[in-house]
């Protein structure tokens, strides 16, 4: 086992754990959080296209995926008050998606050719997908409840996750002989992905038992649904996992980044947190509300 590699990830728990679990959701330091995870990790994603010979919009890209996050930010605290009257509604909030995807099939007109615009318009709105609109489920679980207290949903998520993939990296190193994807991810294994399940399905009972049944102040979950999220979060951040993954062995990279010791980079950091967030939102949605 890398011992820095688990040190690094500790030290950055401290910081991000008090960071979700004192300071209120609705804090404007929270929309720039929420965009500095967005708009590096959308960066970081085309850095992996280009890399790959997909060319992209990369500067374009990022602005209007940020455009989006900030709207869907809007969005979500008008719900509960607006800062000085502004706010952004539902419907308006679809009409800037619309806009930020028709502006980017518009730019191929600036393309002498033809074809080369095509491909980038292709990549940049995959990017576009892939982060800034997964990402703004993060940001409405993290506006779901009382935004005077802190945003309690995301931080369930995103400790969920960590505490899967740590389960993931601790069983799979030790016990991991049977492997998952051998061809996108060598090292992932099914043991490791039981060792996710058995980690989120204890955070997931001992959040039931902390929290008095609650995922924030809105939302209210029983031992059932504990168990059922405790399997989902693995599997489905897994899966985020591998779609990074297939991404990188396309273009023969192995991390999106080395900004952090044995993490990589933000995109490496949220590829399983993009998946799980919108999941965690539709089975709010469908079963808990």
């Given amino acids: 086992m890398d011992k ?4 690094i990830a500790l030290c950055i728990a401290a910081v991000l754990i008090p960071a979700f679990s004192l ?5 404007p330091i929270g929309l720039v959080g929420m965009l500095l995870f967005a708009g590096v990790g959308t960066w970081e994603f085309y850095g992996l296209l280009n890399a790959g010979g997909v060319k992209t919009s990369t ?3 990022v602005t209007s995926g940020l455009v989006f996050v900030a709207a869907t930010w809007f969005n979500a605290l008008g719900k509960h008050f607006s800062y000085s009257g502004f706010s952004i509604s539902d419907n308006a909030l679809w009409c800037i998606l619309l806009l930020v995807i028709t502006s980017n099939f518009f730019r191929i007109l600036a393309y002498p050719n033809l074809r080369k615009g095509l491909d980038s318009c292709m990549g940049t709105l995959l990017g576009i997908v892939y982060v800034p609109l997964l990402w703004s489920f993060v940001v409405r679980l993290f ?4 935004l005077s207290k802190p945003g309690w949903a995301a931080f369930y998520l995103i400790l969920c996750m960590k505490m899967a993939d740590s389960g993931g990296y601790f069983f799979g190193t030790r016990f991991g002989k049977h492997k998952l994807a051998p061809v996108i991810s060598p090292k992932k294994s099914w043991e490791g992905l039981l060792g996710g399940i058995v ?4 955070v997931n009972l001992i959040w039931l038992i902390v929290s008095q049944g609650r995922i924030n102040s809105s939302i209210s979950f029983s031992l059932g649904h504990a168990l059922v ?4 979060f693995p599997i489905v951040g897994t899966a985020g996992d591998l779609v990074e993954s297939l991404f990188k062995r396309a273009v023969d990279v192995k991390d999106s980044n080395t900004m952090v010791y044995g993490l990589g980079g933000i995109l490496d950091m949220i590829d399983s947190i993009l998946f799980a967030a919108p999941m965690l939102y539709i089975y709010i949605e469908l079963f808990l509300k």
Avoid: E, N, S
């Fill in 59 to 61: 500067k374009w890209g």
């Fill in 23 to 27: 300071v209120p959701c609705r804090w």
């Fill in 199 to 202: 980690f989120c399905v204890a």
């Fill in 143 to 146: 506006l779901g409840g009382d």
């Fill in 4 to 7: 820095k590699r688990i040190i």
């Fill in 229 to 232: 999220l405790g399997f989902l």
